[in-house]
C-alpha cells in the first residue's frame, strides 16, 4: 500500500539522513534544498506544509537527526542497564523522572549521568 508518511519512526528518521548528509547519495551531484525537496515528496506522504518545514528544519539544523538518534540509543541502554542493576526495585517511572531532571545534557555527560541512575 504504497509508501509509509514520514511518521517519527526509525524509517522515517532513515529518511533524514540525506537531508543531514551534505556529500548525499545522490548519484553524481551533490543534494540540494531542490533535491531535498524532491526526495521527500517522492517518499513521504505527508502536506507539503510538513515537508517544507522539515526541510527547511534540517538545512538550518545539520545533524539534529543523528544526534538525536545517538540520544535515544543511550537512554535505552541505559534504562536497560539500570533495569538490570535495580532488578524488582526498578521503577520507569522514576528513572524518566530523574533523568529528565538532569536536564539539557551533552551525549557524553547525558551518558555518564544516566549510568548512575
Known amino acids: 500500500p504504497g509508501a509509509p508518511g514520514c511518521a517519527p519512526t526509525g ?3 532513515g529518511r533524514e ?3 543531514d548528509n551534505p556529500f548525499g547519495f545522490h548519484p553524481g551531484e551533490r543534494w540540494t534544498p531542490e533535491l ?9 506522504r505527508v502536506p507539503d506544509e510538513f515537508l517544507r518545514f522539515e526541510l527547511n528544519r534540517y538545512l538550518g539544523w545539520p545533524g539534529q537527526a543523528p544526534s538525536y538518534k545517538v540520544g535515544e540509543r543511550i537512554w535505552l541502554q541505559a534504562r536497560e542497564e539500570a533495569k ?3 532488578g524488582p ?7 524518566h523522572r ?3 531532571n538532569l536536564g539539557s545534557l551533552g551525549l557524553d555527560p547525558l551518558k555518564a549521568a544516566l ?3
Open 11 to 13: 524509517l522515517a528518521r
Open 17 to 19: 539522513i540525506p537531508r
Open 36 to 44: 531535498g525537496w524532491e526526495f521527500m515528496r517522492a517518499h513521504c
Open 84 to 86: 538490570a542493576r535495580k
Open 89 to 95: 526495585a526498578f521503577s520507569l517511572k522514576e528513572f
Open 98 to 100: 530523574d533523568a529528565l
Open 115 to 117: 549510568a548512575r541512575l
